[in-house]
């Protein structure tokens, strides 16, 4: 059986990297608190809106904290359904920062019909993941059709089309009564693990040594493997996924014990915005004079980010308008 190491990460705001070699397994899952809350209290998001986005931000983590170098990975949702559009940005290997657009009024009369879940509140449309490595490197860009399959589907679709991976993905979003000094307040909470079969065949070799499973156990073949993966995954319980005093690492360990599963040194992640004065600063000179002087209002240039609300205010004679 599998040896569950001493926990020394919080639960929350990590992404815990795993593999499971007797069924040529490796995946990650992710445990969002304070990080994710962050960003739904900002905007004061009705809460299944909250909870789309909350889904949206464990699964671009979940694949941007796999990338192998410095750069962006950004999911962006453009459907016809009442949030209209979601943008999670991942800066790697830790940063994140995410918005949603929504009909207040279709986002209101789909909970009235009960038709409040992630999958119905998109819609149909597509679900674009750009990945930007900076520098003079070529952006990639993949595209998958939404139409009303939700994330979890989408996101297995990515995988097959983009780098023909067997892959499967779970995610979860709760909102929850916390209790503080000021009594009880809420909080939003987020989970997710993605799976992913990698058969020796495509490989050549192994990088690790093999988990602890018992003496014997029958290593079974590809195929079989991956429906052992994929059922095992689906066995997995929202609550399980959100849980705060179940671990990830214990969570895992309750999935692939019998066939022993290797746990790595957890990443922390955090929600952080890109936007700062002297960045919009340079945003405002790239306008003409004729554009800026149009951008006053009550005497000053006000510009707000969209991602943390942050207002940045400046006085018209920083710049020159005459230009």
């Known amino acids: ?94 940063r994140v920062r995410a918005l949603a657009r929504f009909d207040a009024e279709a986002v209101d009369a789909a909970i009235a019909a009960g038709h409040a879940e992630p999958a119905a509140l998109l819609g149909d449309g597509q679900l674009v993941m750009t990945i930007d490595q900076g520098g003079d490197m070529q952006r990639y860009q993949g595209i998958v059709s939404l139409d009303g399959q939700g994330l979890e589907k989408a996101a297995d679709q990515y995988f097959r089309q983009s780098e023909q991976i067997d892959t499967r ?4 979003a709760a909102e929850e009564f916390v209790a503080g000094d000021e009594g009880l307040t809420r909080a939003w909470r987020a989970g997710g693990v993605l799976v992913q079969h990698l058969p020796k065949a495509s490989t050549g070799h192994r990088d690790l040594d093999p988990g602890d499973a018992p003496d014997g156990t ?87 980010c969209e991602y943390c609300s942050t207002s940045y205010r400046f006085a018209p004679g920083e710049f020159d308008l005459a230009e």
Not at 26 to 39: A, E, H, Q, W
Not at 169 to 172: I, P, T, Y
């Open 1 to 94: 059986m599998s040896t569950i190491p001493d926990i020394t990460h919080g639960a929350d705001d990590i992404v815990v990297p795993f593999q499971v070699e007797e069924i040529d397994l490796r995946g990650r899952v992710i445990r969002l608190g304070r990080s994710v809350s962050t960003m739904i209290d900002r905007h004061g998001y009705p809460a299944p809106v909250a909870r789309v986005l909350a889904e949206a931000t464990a699964l671009t983590l979940l694949l941007g904290s796999g990338l192998k170098f410095d750069g962006r990975l950004i999911l962006q949702t453009q459907t016809n359904g009442p949030v209209r559009m979601v943008v999670v940005d991942v800066a790697t290997p830790d």
């Open 218 to 304: 029958a290593i079974p073949e590809p195929d079989e493997a991956w429906a052992e993966a994929r059922a095992l995954t689906d066995t997995i319980g929202d609550d399980e996924l959100v849980d705060r005093n179940l671990s990830p690492e214990r969570l895992l360990f309750r999935l692939f014990h019998e066939r022993g599963v290797r746990v790595f040194d957890a990443q922390d992640v955090r929600e952080h915005c890109t936007c700062s004065r002297d960045r919009i600063n340079g945003i405002i000179r790239s306008f003409s004079g004729d554009e800026r002087r149009d951008m006053v209002e009550d005497g000053a240039i006000t510009v707000t």
């Open 169 to 172: 993905v779970r995610l979860a």
